[in-house]
């Protein structure tokens, strides 16, 4: 009898790392399971490196969360049907089956510890900053708009760097923030009033905006062209349903071309203009309200002028 138990036993042990074994040459083939069954429910639409790289976690926890799934259903089953009552004899009873009691505990530290290990692999990934950035722009929040400096970069004593030249959104223009493709773009946030939350759908990652000292820091490398909408994720008075921007990622060449544009004293338009984009965003458009310069910023920034 414990020659059957034994081999039972070995048989699921085998199973089981058939499964675990399956999971991770999928992980490691890079084979795109999840374009098949629409990511699982994970948004297809990541435009960064970054976002990739928590679509490949997703689906390979996935998929791994699917295999023990099926291989526990398996064993119901197999059980119900082995052992259904066949008359007044009770099947073998497997209490206090050391084996048995040690596979059920390890087994699941097994999976949770396998889960954790990728999940802060991919989790520092994504956090990672570089020492040098190509790119550093500080999306500055305000009620209820946007201004994005592009700097200098930080200096080597780790200072924030020098403002070349912003983009500004009023009233009437959606700001557009214009980035390349192919290189690391350092974020640095800040706000000047309450928390706001700096959310572009595609980047599959969004952040608060602190104001005071505060400085919410991430980088990401965008690898397709396009517009896309960003908006304020983080409840911050009554127009923030129209706080919107527009992310504009365009060729390196482009982008130098349009910080010269700009530093040349051109306006974000003109500069859009001259490296042959489309002035105003399309992905979103200013709402019509009911908001003038006294209400809408009685700080009296610069909200109201824009450029
Ligand atoms: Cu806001």
Redesign the pocket.
């Known amino acids: 009898m414990s020659a059957v138990r034994s081999k039972a036993r070995s048989t699921a042990v085998r199973l089981a790392g058939v499964g675990v074994g399956g999971a991770l040459l999928l992980l490691l083939s890079g084979c795109d399971v999840g374009s098949h069954v629409d990511g699982f429910g994970w948004p297809q639409n990541g435009i960064t490196e970054q976002s990739k790289r928590m679509y490949d976690l997703w689906i390979g926890s996935t998929v791994a969360a699917l295999i023990v799934g099926v291989f526990v259903w398996g064993l119901i089953f197999w059980c119900v049907i082995r052992y259904r009552k066949r008359g007044d004899k009770l099947p073998v009873q497997t209490r206090f089956n050391m084996p048995m009691e040690f596979l059920y505990t390890i087994a699941p530290v097994l999976v949770v510890s396998v889960l954790f290990y990728y999940t802060a692999i991919v989790q520092t990934d994504v956090n990672k900053t570089t020492a040098n950035p190509a790119v550093t722009v500080e999306v500055e929040?305000f009620?209820?708009n946007w201004q994005f400096n592009y700097q200098s970069g930080p200096t080597e004593n780790g200072k924030v760097g020098e403002t070349v030249t912003s983009t500004l959104g009023t009233t009437e223009i959606i700001p557009i923030l214009v980035l390349p493709t192919g290189r690391t773009i350092r974020f640095e946030e800040t706000s000047r009033d309450?928390i706001?939350?700096f959310w572009v759908p595609e980047l599959l990652f969004k952040r608060d905006v602190f104001p005071g000292n505060v400085r919410n820091v991430f980088e990401v490398t965008i690898d397709q062209e396009g517009a896309y909408v960003g908006r304020?994720a983080?409840l911050?008075?009554t127009y923030?349903s129209m706080?919107n921007f527009e992310l504009r990622a365009v060729s390196g060449d482009k982008y130098d071309q349009f910080l010269a544009a700009k530093q040349g004293g051109q306006t974000t338009q003109q500069a859009l203009e001259t490296i042959g984009e489309d002035p105003l965003a399309s992905t979103t458009s200013p709402f019509p309200t009911r908001r003038d310069l006294s209400n809408f910023n009685p700080g009296g920034t610069a909200a109201g002028t824009g450029n």
């Open positions: 929040a009620k209820w309450v706001h939350s304020c983080e911050c008075g923030h706080m």
